[in-house]
Nanobody
Framework: QVQLVESGGGLVQAGGSLRLSCAAS????????MAWFRQAPGKEREFVAA????????YYANSVKGRFTISRDNAKNTVFLQMNSLKPEDTAVYYC??????????????????WGQGTQVTVSS
C-alpha cells in the first residue's frame, strides 16, 4: 500500500493560484495513474485530473481544463496540481489518489487503490 501525503491547500481569493503537492511513499509503476479528486460539502467526490505513463499522458475534468495542470516529479515520487484562475466553485477538499495496478479507466474514485488524507482549498469571492 502506498502512503500519500498532500500539502499546499489554503485560502485564496478568486482569480488566485495554489499549488498542491502529493508525496508518495514509494515509486508507482509508470503505467498506473495518479490523480487528484475533490469533494465539496454535500457533494460526491469528483475527478479533477490524472497523470499516466509517468506524466506523458494527462487528463482533466472539463471544469478545470485550461486552468489546472497536473505534473509529476518521478525522481521524488511526487505529483503536483497547479491551480490558476481559481473560482469559488473550486472550494473543496482535494485528495491525491494512486492506482495499485494499471487500468484503462482513470476518472472514477474506484479506479484508485490508495488515497491521501486530503487538503482543504477555499476560494473566496
Amino acid at each position: 500500500q502506498v502512503q500519500l501525503v498532500e500539502s499546499g491547500g489554503g485560502l485564496v481569493q478568486a482569480g488566485g493560484s495554489l499549488r498542491l503537492s502529493c508525496a508518495a511513499s514509494e515509486r508507482t509503476c509508470s503505467s498506473t495513474s495518479m490523480a487528484w479528486f475533490r469533494q465539496a460539502p454535500g457533494k460526491e467526490r469528483e475527478f479533477v485530473a490524472a497523470s499516466r505513463w509517468s506524466g506523458v499522458s494527462t487528463y482533466y475534468a472539463n471544469s478545470v481544463k485550461g486552468r489546472f495542470t497536473i505534473s509529476r516529479d518521478n525522481a521524488k515520487n511526487t505529483v503536483f496540481l497547479q491551480m490558476n484562475s481559481l473560482k469559488p466553485e473550486d472550494t473543496a477538499v482535494y485528495y491525491c489518489a494512486a492506482q495499485g495496478y494499471s487500468r484503462t479507466t482513470y476518472s472514477r474514485p474506484y479506479d484508485y487503490d490508495d488515497w491521501g488524507q486530503g487538503t482543504q482549498v477555499t476560494v473566496s469571492s
